[in-house]
């Protein structure tokens, strides 16, 4: 099964530093919020908790999608800078609880919308914020195409978890994000199509990683018919776990086996 008329797209999230690269918030700095994001050219800017957030266009090819990320991130980077503020990608940061305070009641509200696990078709309740100081970074996902429904979301999702998710365990070192989010099969259904929000921010870092991003997701989206027999090697049970206990040796034995390669 082949997806017709894919755009991919994203919305990560970036901690902020001041001047001396202590990590601070982005509340009051960047303007936006998840209803009415801040516009810049190609795609939008906000806040989300004490993170900046940014999304794309969304994009019909590789060079289009990498564009429209870079053009972003600069324009998200003028804001920061504007402030003397800068970005900085790294996918989870513990706070305190003064600073979180100081920050104001925004730095204490988590998403409102659940997550879907594409594994077991459950909505998963959002992490509660009360007493927690640990905020984290997420790089999702989103993918348009052609009629749209459940059970593609989910099969798509399931096999970006064994082409994205078990190798991005070997470039994303980071194990205390998925403590609030980015578990295996996490993602939403959208009316254009579905949301992957599994990894992290990592794949920011460079455009290389970008590309790789693009490129699994693209593949993914033209060979959902290898999906049964990705199945037969690791189920949803053995995926969830290695992801969620990010299992390296685990996800690097299912690749080999399944010839998934990192390139």
């Not at 305190?96 to 919308?113: I, V």
Request: proline letters at 5%.
């Amino acid at each position: 099964m082949r997806l017709e008329n894919v755009t991919i797209g994203a919305d990560p999230e970036v901690f902020v530093a001041d001047s001396t690269g202590s990590v601070t918030s982005a509340i009051g700095y960047v303007g936006g919020n998840k209803v009415c994001p801040r516009p810049v050219k190609d795609g939008g800017v906000q806040e989300d908790n004490v993170l900046a957030e940014f999304n794309i266009n969304p994009a019909k090819s590789k060079m289009e999608f990498i564009h429209n990320m870079d053009s972003v991130m600069a324009d998200l980077r003028n804001i920061l800078e504007g402030n003397n503020l800068q970005p900085i990608i790294i996918p989870s940061y513990t706070y305190t609880q003064e600073q979180l305070r100081e920050y104001g009641p925004n730095a204490l509200e988590f998403g409102c919308s659940p997550d879907i696990n594409a594994w077991s078709g459950k909505a998963v309740p959002p992490p509660k914020s009360e007493g927690n100081t640990l905020r984290t970074a997420g790089g999702h996902i989103h993918v348009g195409y052609d009629n749209p429904s459940i059970g593609t979301n989910e099969d798509l999702v399931k096999m970006m978890d064994f082409v994205i998710g078990l190798p991005s365990l070997l470039i994303d070192t980071d194990k205390l994000r998925r403590k609030l989010y980015g578990k295996a099969g996490s993602m939403r259904h959208k009316q254009y199509g579905v949301e992957y929000r599994t990894l992290s921010n990592f794949w920011l870092n460079s455009n290389e990683l970008m590309s790789w991003v693009y490129d699994k997701t693209m593949w993914a989206t033209q060979n959902l018919h290898m999906l049964p027999q990705m199945l037969e090697v690791a189920d949803g049970k053995t995926i969830s776990k290695i992801i969620n206990r990010s299992k390296t040796d685990d996800a690097k034995a299912i690749m080999q086996e399944l010839n998934l390669e990192m390139t």
